[in-house]
């Protein structure tokens, strides 16, 4: 689906699954008061260009995740081409080994122009993954700041989910 702009109906299925992805089309239809096929062609067009793809959301805590960290990187500066696209490709190449990393890319702002998010066990779980990215990759990079993330039960005043989105539409 070419992302011009999603029709009603497709904002208010990819709400409803934001809410529970488990949601059946036959629920969806019920829910939506149009038909069972009508929801499958919908959203057979969504799973091409406006769904990802679906996943759980875990308590973290209950999985053994103690931290979240938000780490900001300022890359050396690139003067070519070349060394841009070789630069890219191992970073890319290293954020896909590490398999704690949920998200990273680049950004801007603050002088940083990357980013990765990842989830970390325990603080000296943190400490060796910083290591571990200074060592392989610190070649390429200026600078380093990491925001930590209590992921305990006491620390934490809402939840990571995207329900709370589809019910603000």
């Known amino acids: 689906m070419h992302m011009e702009k999603l029709k009603d109906i497709d904002l208010r299925i990819l709400f409803e699954l934001m809410k529970n992805s488990k949601t059946s089309d036959r629920q969806l239809a019920k829910k939506m008061k149009v038909s069972q096929?009508?929801?499958t062609?919908?959203?057979?067009?969504?799973?091409?260009?406006?769904i990802d793809g679906y996943t759980a959301i875990p308590n973290w805590e209950k999985l053994g995740y103690e931290i979240l960290?938000?780490?900001l990187i300022k890359s050396m500066r690139v003067f070519t081409s070349k060394k841009y696209r070789d630069l890219r490709s191992q970073g890319l190449d290293w954020l896909n080994k590490q398999g704690n990393i949920i998200?990273?890319?680049?950004c801007e702002g603050m002088?940083?122009?990357?980013f990765i998010i990842s989830l970390h066990k325990s603080y000296s779980d943190h400490s060796a993954f910083?290591?571990?990215?200074?060592?392989?990759?610190?070649?390429f990079i200026d600078d380093v700041q990491t925001l930590l993330v209590d992921l305990?039960?006491?620390?934490?005043l809402k939840p990571l989910h995207l329900k709370?989105?589809?019910e603000a539409e």
């Not at 062609?41 to 406006?50: H, I, N, T």
């Not at 998200?103 to 680049?106: N, P, R, Y």
């Not at 002088?111 to 990357?114: A, Y």
């Open 130 to 139: 910083m290591l571990k990215l200074r060592l392989e990759m610190g070649d």
């Open 69 to 71: 960290a938000i780490t």
């Open 152 to 156: 305990t039960e006491n620390a934490r």
């Open 164 to 166: 709370y989105l589809a």
């Open 41 to 50: 062609r919908r959203r057979a067009k969504l799973e091409k260009g406006a």
């Open 103 to 106: 998200m990273g890319g680049a």
């Open 37 to 39: 096929p009508t929801i």
């Open 111 to 114: 002088g940083i122009n990357s």
